[in-house]
Nanobody, 122 residues
Framework: VQLQASGGGLVQAGGSLRLSCAAS????????SGWFRQAPGKEREFVAI???????YYADSVKGRFTISRDNAKNTVYLQMNSLKPEDTAVYYCAADPRPWVGTSESDFGSWGQGTQVTVSS
């Protein structure tokens, strides 16, 4: 599956953004999806996953502020980000894998989109 991430930008602290990850090649209902991020000078880290069976899981740092969802009719997965903080600044990557029971590791995902930059100003 080919993935195309979009929706990043510059926002003030406390603001919101919605990232999109459009998939081609397979329908979104047939794979698990994830969002990861990489801040400058840091390793890429897990943000959220939406498993093929419907369950979701979030990193503690974003729980209660971010929501992962999918629109299968549009083959698109979203990451709604509210109450953004400067520490959320990073390049955000979407990922997908056909297995239903993916975890939070990068190695659990076989397909990756290009990153989209999110910058949160204080």
């Amino acid at each position: 599956v080919q993935l195309q991430a979009s929706g990043g930008g510059l926002v003030q602290a406390g603001g919101s953004l919605r990232l999109s990850c459009a998939a081609s090649g397979r329908t979104s209902s047939s794979y698990s999806s994830g969002w990861f991020r990489q801040a400058p000078g840091k390793e890429r880290e897990f943000v959220a996953i939406s498993r093929r069976g419907g369950s979701t899981y979030y990193a503690d740092s974003v729980k209660g502020r971010f929501t992962i969802s999918r629109d299968n009719a549009k083959n698109t997965v979203y990451l709604q980000m509210n109450s953004l903080k400067p520490e959320d600044t990073a390049v955000y990557y979407c990922a997908a894998d056909p297995r239903p029971w993916v975890g939070t590791s990068e190695s659990d995902f076989g397909s990756w989109g290009q990153g989209t930059q999110v910058t949160v100003s204080s």
